[in-house]
């Protein structure tokens, strides 16, 4: 592992994350020393119950908050509870897309707080519109656009700063099915196309094999990686993908995994003493 | 302008024209006496001359000077402290409660220490308007700025915004709507509180002839006063929705 050290994207050694003092009955301890590599260009989906810790993992390596112990190392530098956005770009569950600016205003605003020169930023933006066929709605607002356009919209915004690296926190969770399939291609072809390091945080069994390199399974809260699944497809991956009896093979692995964690999770959310 | 607010808008202008008639009516029947309510051309004609003098303009020039004085520190001093409040929660838990509920207290109570304190004359008055429209510019500064979506500033800060960037691109545009609503109400009510003011207690200013004019029995004159304090008050409010609504837009 160590003379791998340069393909390594992503380094998150031993984290811990506990909300509250742990001295309070209250406390909760969301992430239970949890380690994983990330390899460059490698596309990993963090699938588990909610409340498994699988965003808290994704903002400290983003660097959003500092964890209670351990660390995220991103391309060799330790990450330390500060966002690098040269570095890495974050798309969010629901938009975030300014309400005030229009589409191209909003990309403009994105590419400024990365300090990428003003010359730049037309025509970053309108290829990254272009990537997600959004490009005829530069001059719209945000709430003139639906919510699959405006999702669109934020993950070609994550997109456009050209970081190596995608932090995404369920960004289709708001998406109708069809929709989510739509973006899941494009996503796959972008992979393909940049090589960009991708980290996923899903609800959806299908979405997490039809998009990844590996699956990083989690356990209910505390949250730990229970087991880390391979999907050996090469990325642009298309619709056929889902039809293999490979995907659903995989699909029901996943799901087989997941049911006594989705069960424990349900039962602590019922009665909080039960575990 | 599209259909329904075409209809609402012939709503409020057959409003307008009720009132006006019934205004008319009341009057020209003899039913109110014209010491009470002096009959519309009667107050007209008073207005056509009252505008003619220079004690009308200025008057006015008191007025607006007044009110213009009293807003600005109204304005400076409300969106400051707004915006310090705003900064921390537990700010916002424990003073925003406490200017809110003094803006529910009468300032009206206190104008006689106003006049103790800053004397008769425009002191008193700018004094007084300041305080009422401080409590409305604060109370939506905070609102504005701590009620700010978590998402958006924490997108901002992952994209490498610095704090004065975040500032002047998150922040403020995302403040401004409610921010400005905040600053139309302390308006008028600045307006209102002078005007008040230099009724009950001054030497000078619009408010102060409309006090006279009562007590000298001079109704027509009274109204003309009066309608001109109307009109203005509606073209201003007229002016802050347009300018208000343009911001929205934006």
Redesign the interface.
């Known amino acids: 592992m160590q003379n791998n050290q340069d393909k390594i994207a992503i380094s998150i050694r031993n984290v811990t994350q506990r909300f509250g003092d742990a001295s309070q009955p209250d406390s909760v301890l969301a992430l239970d020393n949890v380690s994983l590599d990330i390899k460059k260009g490698e596309f990993v989906c963090l699938l588990g119950p909610s409340g498994c810790g699988k965003s808290t993992l994704l903002n400290v390596v983003g660097g959003l908050f500092k964890p209670t112990s351990g660390t995220a190392t991103v391309e060799g530098r330790l990450v330390d509870g500060k966002p690098h956005p040269d570095k890495i770009a974050f798309v969010f569950q629901e938009s975030t897309l300014f309400p005030w600016y229009t589409v191209i205003e909003n990309f403009h605003i994105a590419l400024k707080f990365q300090g990428i020169p003003k010359a730049e930023w037309d025509d970053r933006a309108m290829a990254a519109l272009r990537a997600v066929g959004m490009a005829s709605f530069a001059r719209h607002y945000p709430d003139q656009l639906s919510v699959g356009m405006r999702q669109r919209v934020n993950m070609a915004r994550g997109i456009c700063v050209k970081t190596d690296i995608l932090l995404m926190d369920e960004p289709f969770a708001a998406l109708d099915e069809q929709t989510r399939m739509v973006l899941g291609e494009d996503l796959s072809q972008l992979l393909a196309e940049t090589g960009k390091t991708i980290v996923f945080v899903t609800h959806s069994l299908s979405e997490a094999v039809f998009l990844s390199d590996r699956i990083a399974v989690f356990t209910a809260r505390p949250g730990k990686i229970k087991t880390i699944i391979d999907v050996d497809t090469p990325h642009p991956r298309s619709p056929d993908f889902m039809l293999e009896p490979k995907f659903s093979e995989l699909r029901n692995e996943c799901y087989a995994l997941l049911r006594d964690e989705i069960r424990a999770t349900m039962a602590l959310q019922r009665d909080p003493q039960a575990v | 302008m599209d259909r329904s607010s075409l209809s609402s808008r012939s709503v409020q202008w057959a409003f307008l024209a009720l009132a006006a008639g019934a205004w008319y009516l009341a009057t020209a029947t003899g039913s109110v006496s014209r010491l009470f309510l002096p009959p519309p051309r009667e107050v007209f004609t008073a207005l056509v001359a009252l505008v003619q003098t220079n004690a009308f303009w200025s008057a006015v020039l008191v007025t607006a000077s007044t009110v213009a004085k009293a807003y600005v520190l109204a304005l400076i001093i409300g969106i400051l402290a707004g915006y310090l409040v705003s900064r921390s929660k537990l700010a916002v838990a424990t003073i925003e409660p406490v200017i809110s509920g003094l803006f529910t207290i009468p300032i009206t109570l206190f104008f006689p220490m106003f006049i103790l304190f800053f004397g008769v004359g425009t002191g008193s008055k700018v004094a007084y308007g300041a305080t009422y429209a401080f409590f409305p510019i604060a109370l939506n500064t905070i609102a504005a700025f701590a009620n700010m979506e978590q ?2 500033l ?9 704090r004065w ?1 975040i500032f002047r ?2 922040l403020m ?2 403040a ?1 709507p409610v921010l400005f609503t905040g600053l139309r109400i302390g308006f008028f009510i600045c307006l209102a509180s002078v005007l008040g003011g230099e009724t009950i207690s001054s030497v000078a200013g619009v408010g102060r002839n409309i006090a006279l004019t009562a007590e000298l029995m001079e109704p027509g004159r009274m109204f003309a006063w009066i309608s001109f304090v109307v009109c203005m008050s509606v073209v201003l409010n007229l002016l802050a929705f347009s300018f208000e609504n343009r911001i929205r837009a ?1």
């Open positions: 998402r958006y924490l997108a901002a800060q992952s994209m490498g915004g610095n960037q691109y998150v545009p995302g401004l934006r």
